[in-house]
């Protein structure tokens, strides 16, 4: 406030009075005239409560019963309350430091609007959380939706690995027998390697034996071998002694009919299964 100035004071009621200089203004505050709810303004547009200023020493408050309070007001005011007897005996009066006040005022305004600055803050950031949260929800669901395809996959999966695994068991089973097939058919070809093994040594023998033959048939031709000609040799006188029966009968002209035809027929079956190759060859047939 500055002495040159000019105030007004409104009433509860909403009531102008003014305008008046300080110090009328500080009078009337003693007089009483200046209710605690009062307002003072030096423009009529800006208004402050009396007791808000520490120049009109409004920082008296009466407590005329308990719970009962009237003020803040100026000392004067409380002394003519008492003189006047509207106070009850049971009275008690406050002193209020208006400087403190001002700045517990001052503070709690402040604090008031760091409140909302907070309030705000918080709000914006509760904003900003919902939106979050709102992402991240629809981030979660895009997350379920992926997970249920996934254990939509992880079921085929499943499903497909079952089948590979009845597969590879029945191909395990196909190979258990075909495994079997060929132990068995390397059985029988070991089997068959022995007998051929053995019909080798069975032929080697027989072909040895017949090599022996042969050796022995080409020894026989060599010892039947002769050569047959037209010429008539006389008999060469070897002994005086005359032949045996039989052989004299046979020279002689004296063997029985009988006989000669069993040597006959002896002579031509020899001679049919040995063949006429084989009868040259026995008898050493050679063309002069």
Known sequence: MRNNENFYVKSPTGKVFGPIDIETL?????DGRVEPLAGVSSDLQNWAIAPSYPELEMNWIVENNPGQFYGPTHRAVVDDLKKSGSLSPAARFYLD???????RIAAAEKAIADRD???????T???EAQKTSARKDMQMEEVKKALVQR????????????????QIAELTKAVAARDGEIRRRDAEVERLEKDISSLKEELSGRDATIEE?????????EVHQREWTTEVLVPEVVSNEPPPPLARQAFSGGTSPSALAALE????KELARMGATGAKKFFGFRKK
């Open 26 to 30: 500080k009078k009337w505050v003693r």
């Open 97 to 103: 430091d208006r400087g403190q006040a001002a700045q």
């Open 117 to 123: 600055l907070e309030i705000s803050r918080r709000d």
């Open 125 to 127: 950031a509760l904003a």
């Open 151 to 166: 254990d939509a996959r992880l079921a085929e999966a499943t499903t497909l690995l079952a089948q590979r695994e009845s």
């Open 213 to 221: 033959m042969k050796a022995d048939i080409a020894r026989r031709d």
């Open 265 to 268: 027929a002896q002579a031509r």
